[in-house]
């Protein structure tokens, strides 16, 4: 390659980079794209070269469709981006670049045919879609079932067989990974078909703007010319009534015309506080899903599965029921320990053991621990309403002691990631659909009962605090 070709390449890197730098903000930049150089440009194919395989990966997934965006506006010829490992600044070299197998590059955020009248404009709408999120790689158990079902039978359907369909979770459980799942599958299936998939927060953002200048209608046009529309995180949604107003008529207007429509939050949609009544109601119409906190075999599943995938890399059984049993907390942080386990190992040269991961996850597995157990529910909720203990466990059924332990039953299901069998079994070994009633019961009380909305608004904050 021509010396000067290479510098031309370094500035066009240099120029991406400071757009990449505004767009995502420096901690995200400084942890992932200022480590990147750029290898090679070879037609309309770039090169990038990450420091080690778990970056590679990483920066694939996330970060992959920004730069090929911001390097074909500095070099429009430039289409392809490929992420390869090749070593650090300090020479460091993890793994011989492999030009024959690439890594995936993620695919472009709106889905659908070439020829479609407004892709163009829709473009910047949609966020990208992340490979790796796919059906296939979604480990099932008896937490995600049902709203793993539900997702699949919103991609595999022509019409939309409930509308809409609002999966709700706590954090790192899987909802983010099923509407990209859908969008997979549904351009897999029919690629003429429009899909925007974006956060709550940017629908927000994007409509804001386009009221300040003045091009409202386009912007519902936009997204009322889109087969199915997925909003996730809409907790964020709020506050700012003539958006809550705008996402309403967008929203039934979709539905009249056929479109399907997926919504993501973290927590039902009568308990989203926010949005006004009537929104609230119309999110419910459809398929209502959640996700509940993993089990022990569930985390067990995915451990297996992700080790499996890792080249080279035989990680012992013993390490990830270890991880499995210590990482409650959910999906995202038990893979990043498994990824941290491995990478660091190997960077470091130590062996895969139980004791190398204690150490390298001291400060995760502390963490894990601090969460809030089931007693100390039980005792903030007894000490609140001037209770006993015994109370939790006791077969009373006078309003007076029920309620409470419904209270209580209601945030360890919020709080801890116990399961409802598990939690079932500390309130007096009741059986998991007492438990299930329990927390639908009091998701209504909070709506309709300002008392105990305002109830169980102390205990939680008293609790997390
Ligand atoms: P949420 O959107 O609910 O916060 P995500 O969908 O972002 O959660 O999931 C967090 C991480 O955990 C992702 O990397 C996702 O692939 C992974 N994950 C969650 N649930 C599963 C599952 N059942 N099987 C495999 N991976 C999962
Ligand atoms: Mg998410």
């Known amino acids: 390659m021509l010396v000067s070709s290479t510098k031309n390449l370094e500035q066009q890197w240099a120029d991406v980079q400071t757009m990449l730098r505004d767009d995502v903000g420096d901690t995200a930049y ?43 506006r500095v070099n429009p010829q430039v289409r392809k981006v490929a992420l390869d ?19 995936p590059v993620a695919a472009p955020a709106i889905i659908s045919s ?21 059906f296939d790689n979604f480990v099932v158990a008896k937490s995600n079932d049902f709203a793993f079902a ?6 595999s359907s022509a019409k939309p067989p409930f509308n809409p369909l609002f999966l709700y979770s706590g954090v790192g459980l899987g909802k983010t990974h099923l509407m990209h799942a859908i969008a997979w599958e549904v351009r897999r299936q029919d690629p003429s078909r429009r ?26 046009e936009l997204f009322r010319s889109v087969d199915l529309l997925m909003v996730d995180d809409v907790q964020f949604i709020g506050g700012k009534n003539n958006t809550q107003e705008e996402f309403f008529h967008t929203f039934n207007e979709l539905i009249e015309r056929g479109s399907q429509i997926v919504i993501s939050a973290d927590r039902s949609p009568s308990a989203l506080e926010d949005l006004e009544e009537r929104v609230r109601s119309r999110l ?22 992700k080790a499996a995938k890792m080249p080279n890399v035989a990680v012992p059984p013993q390490l990830l029921e270890f991880l499995a049993e210590r990482i409650t907390s959910n999906v ?19 062996p895969l053991t139980l004791d190398t991961a204690q150490d390298v996850l001291h400060d995760l597995l502390r963490a894990n621990e601090r969460r809030i157990s089931i007693e100390e ?44 069998p598990e939690i079932g079994r500390r309130f007096g070994n009741r059986d998991h659909t007492t438990v299930m009633h329990a927390v639908k019961k009091v998701e209504e009380l909070i709506r309709d009962d300002e008392t105990i909305a305002r109830d169980v608004e102390t205990l939680r904050r008293r609790l997390q605090g």
């Open 284 to 305: 419910s119409w459809g398929l209502v899903a959640d996700i509940h906190p993993t089990t022990y075999e569930l985390r067990l599943g995915i451990l297996q599965t």
């Open 85 to 103: 490992v090749s070593g650090t600044a300090q020479g460091l070299r993890l793994e011989p670049r492999s030009e024959a197998a690439p890594s």
């Open 150 to 155: 539900a997702a699949k039978r919103v991609a």
């Open 195 to 220: 899909v925007v998939y974006l956060s709550a927060e940017k629908f927000m953002y994007q409509f804001v703007r386009a009221l300040t200048t003045n091009s409202t209608l386009s912007f519902k």
């Open 377 to 420: 529910i039980q005792k903030a909720v007894v000490a609140h309403y001037n209770l006993k203990l015994a109370d939790m466990g006791s077969k009373r059924r006078s309003r007076v002691v029920a309620r409470p332990r419904q209270v209580a039953m209601y945030l360890a299901k919020q709080l801890t990631p116990r399961s409802l």
């Open 30 to 72: 400084t942890t992932w794209l200022q480590p990147l150089h750029a290898a090679e440009l070879d037609g309309d194919r770039v090169v990038i070269g990450a420091p080690t395989p778990f970056m590679r990966d990483w920066v694939a997934a996330h970060y992959a469709d920004r730069i090929r965006t911001y390097w074909s």
């Open 114 to 134: 070439p020829t479609a009248p407004s892709l163009q404009a829709i473009d910047g709408y949609s966020a990208p879609i992340d490979p790796r999120f796919t």
């Open 332 to 350: 995202r942080e038990l893979e990043g320990a498994l990824n941290r386990v491995v990478h660091q190992t190997t960077l470091l040269g130590r």
